[in-house]
C-alpha cells in the first residue's frame, strides 16, 4: 500500500512537472559503471529510471568520447535529485550558442604556382592534403552546390569512418568524395522546441540538409571545389574556391531555427572525433564562461588530444571589449578582417554632394533623377530605424528612407521601407557601429554608409525643407587600400575567462565573403525573398573561421606529424601586422591603430605558415597543468580533460606559463612577471635565432638568452623573459602592447604582448 501511495505521489508530481521539463547534460564518473552494465549507456539508461517513468524517452545523447556522460530532458527536480548521486559530477542546463554569421585565396597568396610550401609547388600541397577531412559543425549542407564536385578527386580515405545519413529530403547518394560525411543531431533543439522547452514552434525536418545557407557558406570557404563564374547575382564574380580546394569536408548539422545547442554539439563533437576528422570548424559561440561550463571547450579538449585541430569564431560583438567566446587555449579563436576588394555606392544628395557607401543591390535600380528623402517620420519612436510596422507609407511612398543601423537586420530595414512604398534606403551607421560598411543583397535600392557620412546626411535631410537623394551603384571594384582592416564587429579582447591568455589568437578574412548557399532560402534569409542564387555574400568571424580551418588542413597536409599546438604557432607568428600600404593595422570601428585585443598576433599569412622556422608546442599534460592553475576543483579538471587519475599535483604559479605562442601580461599589484618558453626547431639544422623586443615605455622587457642555436630539427630551446613595471605606473593605466621576435634571414618568429596593470 505504501509502495503504491509513492507511486501515485511520483505519478502526480511528474504530471504537474511536465512542461518544466529542460535537457540537462550530466557528467558522470567514468569508472564508476557497475559491471553487471554492458555499456556506459545501460548504466545512464537505469540511472534515470528512478526519476522518470521514460528512461528511454529521456536519455537524449550518450557521450563517450568528448564528453564521460550523457544529456537527458528532466524536470528541475529530478536534475537536483541526479546531482545527489555519488556516480554525478555535475548537472548543467543545456547552453543555446548562436551562429557567428572570390578573392580570398588570392588575397591570401594561395594561387601562387611556387613557394607557397618550401621545396614544393601548391599541386603538391594541394594532392598532400586529398587525405584531410575538415569536419564543419552549423546548419548543413547543401550537396549539390558545385562547390562540392568531387572531379578529380580519388577514393575516400581509408580512415575515413563517417557516414551520410537519409533523410526524407536527403539522399545518402548526394554525398561523393568531396563530401563524405553528412550527419544531424537535434535531440537538444527538439526538446526545447516540442518538449515542453521554451522554443514552443514546429520543428525542422530532422536532415543534414542546409535551409538556412550558413552552413554550406562555411563548409565551401574552408574547401570548396574551383567553381568558374561564381558570383552574387554579378557581384565579386570570378572563380569561387576555398582554402583546401582538395580537402574532403564532412558536415555536421547542430544548429537550427532557434539555435545550436550545445547537446546538440557535443554530440555532433564527439561524432565528428569519432569519424576520423582532422580539423574541426565551428563558427558560433556563446558568451564566456569557465571551461567545465563550455560545451565547445569540453569537446574542443578531446579532439586536441586525438590531434584534432580546432578552429572557431571569436564572435560578432565587437567594437565593444572583453566580448569573446571560444577563448579556451586548444582553441584556434579568429577574428574578422577586411578583403582588398569592396562594392561601392553612393547616396547622390540635392545639394550635389555625392557620399560613398557600399551595397549588393543587383535589381534595376531607381533611376538617376533623385526623389525626397526622409529620416524619422512614421507612426512611433521606431521610425529611425525603420522598425516594422513604425513607417507611415503616406510619408515615405515613392521616396528614399534614412535608416539608422541597430536593433534589427539591416536586410530586414529595407523590407520594411520597401513594403511601405519607399524606392530606395540609406542605411546609416551608428556611434556604436562607427566606419564599418558591411555590403548586403538589399531587396530594393540601398546604401549602406558610416557613422560620420550618415550624421551628416541625417543633418541634411533635418535642415533642407525638401531634402532629395538618388542611389548609384558601383559594382565590384579590387585592390581597395588600405586592407585588410580589422572589422569592428569583429568580438575584442580581454580574454575575461583567462586574463593570462591573449585573445583572439588571430583574424582572418571575414567582411563580404562569397561562398555557396543553400537554394532553398533567399540571399538575405528573408522570408520574403524568393531570389535563388548559388553563391552569398556574408559576413561575420563566421566567415573568418573556416578561412584558418582550410588553412590549417594545408599545413596538416603539409607536416602530418605536428600537433594542433604547433600549427596553431605557426599560423600566429608568421601572422603580419601591417596592411597594404605599410602601415599598422588599423580598426575599421573608428579608423585607429588596432591592437592584439582585436587582432590577436595579426592577419594570417598562409605562405610563411607553412615554413615557420619554430614553434611554441604544447602537450596533452601541460594543458591539464594548466587548467590544475585556474583555481578549479579537480572534478571540473575531470570534466574537461576526461581522466579519473588526476590530481592537480603540479600547477604552474600563474596560467600565463603555459607554453604559449603571445603573452598576456597581468602585473596586478606586482611589478615583476617572469614567463619561460620553449621553442621547437622545425626549419633546418643549424639555425641560429636572435631575439628583438618591442614594448612600451612603461615596461622594461629582458630576454635570457639572446640567442638561440638549433643544432638539429626537431631540437628544443627554453628562453626566459622578465618583464618589470616601471615604478609609479598607477594601477588604472591604460593597456599597453609590445611584441617578442626570434627571428634570422629566412624567419621572423613574432608574439604578441599585451600588458595590463588591472583587470577591467
Known sequence: MAAMASSTFFFFLLCLTVTAKKTYIVHMKHQDKPLSFETHNDWYSSSLQSLTATPAESLLYSYNAAFNGF??????????ALSKSDSVLGVYEDTVYNLHTTRTPQFLGLDAESG???????????????????????????????????????????????????????????CNRKLIGARSFSKGYRMASGGGGIYKKPGEIQSPRDKDGHGTHTASTAAGSHVANASLLGYASGTARGMATHARVAAYKVCWETGCF?????????????????????????????????????????????????SCSAGNSGPTKATLANVAPWIMTVGAGTLDRDFPAYAVLGNKIRYNGVSLYSGRGMGKNPVGLVYSKGNSSGSNLCLTGSLDPALVRGKVV????????????????????????????TEASGEELVADSHLLPAVAVGRKVGDLIREYARSEPNPTAALVFGGTVLDIKPSPVVAAFSSRGPNMVTPQILKPDVIGPGVNILAAWSEAIGPTGLAKDSRKTMFNIMSGTSMSCPHISGLAALIKAAHPEWSPSAIKSALMTTAYTQDNTNSTLRDAADGSLSNPWAHGAGHVDPQKALSPGLVYDISTEEYITFLCSLGYTVDHVKTIVKRPNITCSTKFKDPGELNYPSFSVLFGGKRVVRYTRELTNVGPARSIYKVTVNGPSTVGISVRPKTLIFRSVGEKKRYTVTFVAKRGTSPMAKPEFGSIVWGNAQNQVKSPVSFSWSLM
Not at 569519432?274 to 563558427?283: F, N, R, Y
Open 262 to 310: 550545445g547537446s546538440d554539439i557535443l554530440a555532433g563533437m564527439e561524432r565528428a572525433i569519432e569519424d576520423g576528422v582532422d580539423v574541426l570548424s565551428l563558427s558560433l559561440g556563446g558568451g564566456s564562461a569557465p571551461y567545465f561550463r563550455d560545451t565547445i571547450a569540453i569537446g574542443a579538449f578531446t579532439a586536441m588530444e586525438k590531434g584534432i585541430f580546432v
Open 71 to 80: 544529456a537527458a530532458s528532466l524536470d528541475p527536480e529530478q536534475a537536483e
Open 402 to 429: 534614412l535608416c539608422d543601423r541597430g536593433t534589427t537586420a539591416r536586410v530586414e530595414k529595407g523590407a520594411v521601407v520597401r513594403d511601405a512604398g519607399g524606392v530606395g534606403m540609406i542605411l546609416a551607421n
Open 116 to 174: 607557397l610550401w618550401a621545396g614544393h609547388n601548391t599541386q603538391q600541397l594541394e594532392q598532400a592534403s586529398r587525405d584531410v577531412i575538415i569536419g564543419v559543425l552549423d546548419t548543413g549542407v547543401w550537396p549539390e552546390s558545385k562547390s562540392f564536385d568531387d572531379s578529380g578527386m580519388p577514393e575516400v580515405p581509408a580512415k575515413w569512418r563517417g557516414e551520410c545519413e537519409s533523410a526524407p529530403d536527403f539522399n545518402p547518394k548526394f
